[in-house]
């Protein structure tokens, strides 16, 4: 039997860290928000120490504008992709004017690396055999494509 795969919520936690020089007789204390992988004990600070709550509840405030921001954009990807898909099958060529279209190369890098290998492969046939490597996306396509994972990186 398979062993399943663990969710970012079983080996990830958010850990609400208290700093003080101290150990807290002055009264003074700083508080810091972190991303601990629970297997490693490693962490990624997400709100650097702050001593003022205000000041820490401004930069949860910016984390909390960031991800509703990304929720929006993965919403247009997700209604991308899958209307495409309920459509009709969509061609190397017409995958590759959607992602040229991109408003960002790192955008294109994301809307490529999410589809299927099958359409992954196709497209890079198509740039690398039809589109020109002297303007637009297709030289950042063929810079950033590894032909053994299939992603652009």
Same mark, same amino acid.
């Given at each position: 039997?398979?062993?399943?795969?663990?969710?970012?919520?079983?080996?990830?936690?958010?850990?609400?860290?208290?700093?003080?020089?101290?150990?807290?007789?002055?009264?003074?204390?700083? +508080?810091?928000?972190? #991303?601990? $992988?629970?297997? !490693?004990?490693? %962490?990624?600070?997400?709100? *650097? @120490? /702050? &001593?003022? =709550?205000?000041? +820490?509840?401004?930069? #949860?405030? $910016?984390?909390? !504008?960031?991800? %509703?921001?990304?929720?929006? *954009? @993965? /919403? &247009?990807? =997700?209604?991308?992709?899958?209307?495409?898909?309920?459509?009709?099958?969509?061609?190397?060529?017409?995958?590759?004017?959607?992602?040229?279209?991109?408003?960002?190369?790192?955008?294109?890098?994301?809307?490529?690396?999410?589809?299927?290998?099958?359409?992954?492969?196709?497209?890079?046939?198509?740039?690398?055999?039809?589109?020109?490597?002297?303007?637009?996306?297709?030289?950042?396509?063929?810079?950033?494509?590894?032909?053994?994972?299939?992603?652009?990186?």
């Amino acid at each position: 039997m398979a062993e399943r795969k663990k969710t970012r919520a079983e080996y990830l936690e958010w850990v609400l860290e208290v700093q003080s020089p101290d150990n807290g007789i002055s009264g003074t204390a700083e +508080f810091l928000l972190t #991303l601990r $992988e629970k297997e !490693s004990g490693r %962490a990624i600070e997400v709100i *650097e @120490a /702050r &001593s003022d =709550f205000d000041g +820490f509840v401004a930069a #949860l405030g $910016e984390i909390k !504008s960031r991800l %509703a921001e990304v929720e929006t *954009e @993965a /919403r &247009s990807r =997700f209604d991308q992709v899958f209307s495409n898909h309920a459509a009709t099958p969509v061609g190397p060529e017409e995958l590759w004017r959607q992602l040229a279209a991109s408003p960002s190369d790192q955008a294109m890098f994301e809307s490529f690396n999410a589809l299927s290998a099958t359409s992954r492969a196709a497209v890079a046939e198509h740039v690398f055999s039809r589109v020109s490597m002297f303007s637009g996306k297709g030289p950042i396509f063929a810079e950033h494509y590894n032909a053994v994972s299939q992603i652009l990186e």
